[in-house]
């Protein structure tokens, strides 16, 4: 089975700033997907990012990079410029290959709620 | 239309109630997903429906019964339900389960429901 840990349960930054949330994860699988989700306050979840686990290249989308470190099963998110619309609950996901014992089932870590002061 | 809509938006339902959550998508995804969500918790998974035929049930009561009538609807039927069933229920669908995976779960809005 999996698990996805994320240490940290609140964040907050001003706005403009860099913040990095941080998960980490434990498998036995040898192929899979990591993700990170937004939930915004009462607004739906949403994905942030996505990286495959065979690719080396950490994943990038606008404001959003990971820190994908496979050795150490870390997976961290990087919020550059932050917006006050980044306020939202992160939720850092991982997901087995097709073909592995849990594919098609996504598990969670707990959280981070992070907050964008202006 | 990247959208997957739920009805009803909040549902306040006794225990003895028989009630209905509705999920429906028209992206093409041929795989669903039901989760129950609490307040400040990850979403929990509860059902999967991959080609309209239930993949996994994660030992979910029987209170809890899901329908997938075709590829684009997915349905929660509730009865007997239990105060601490109260929750946020999220719906969510991808693409071809058995394609070459990673697939972006895109979810719903979700249904709040209240048993008293």
């Known amino acids: 089975a999996q698990t996805v840990t994320q240490s940290q349960p609140e964040m907050s930054v001003q706005e403009a700033e860099t913040v990095t949330l941080s998960c980490t994860y434990d498998t036995s699988e040898s192929n899979y997907y990591l993700f990170w989700y937004k939930q915004p306050p009462s607004r739906q979840m949403i994905l942030v990012i996505r990286?495959?686990?065979?690719?080396?290249q950490n994943a990038t989308e606008n404001r959003f990079s990971v820190n994908f470190q496979k050795a150490a099963k870390s997976f961290s998110l990087k919020i550059s410029d932050s917006q006050l619309g980044d306020t939202a609950m992160y939720f850092c996901a991982f997901m087995a290959h097709a073909g592995g014992t849990s594919y098609g089932k996504l598990t969670f870590g707990q959280g981070t709620i992070l907050t964008v002061h202006p | 239309d990247t959208e997957v809509t739920q009805t009803p938006k909040h549902l306040v339902m006794g225990m003895t109630n028989k009630k209905s959550l509705k999920c429906e998508q028209h992206m093409g995804h041929r795989a669903m997903y039901w989760y129950k969500q609490k307040a400040k918790k990850p979403p929990e998974l509860m059902f999967v429906y991959s080609y309209e035929k239930l993949s996994i049930n994660e030992s979910v009561p029987s209170r809890f019964s899901p329908e997938c009538p075709n590829s684009s609807l997915l349905n929660l039927h509730l009865h007997a339900l239990q105060p601490e069933d109260s929750a946020l229920y999220l719906c969510?669908?991808?693409?071809?389960?058995?394609?070459?995976?990673?697939?972006?779960?895109?979810f719903g809005p979700g249904t709040r429901l209240t048993v008293l």
């Open positions: 969510a669908s991808s693409q071809d389960p058995a394609g070459p995976g990673g697939n972006e779960q895109f």
């Open positions: 990286q495959e686990a065979y690719k080396q």
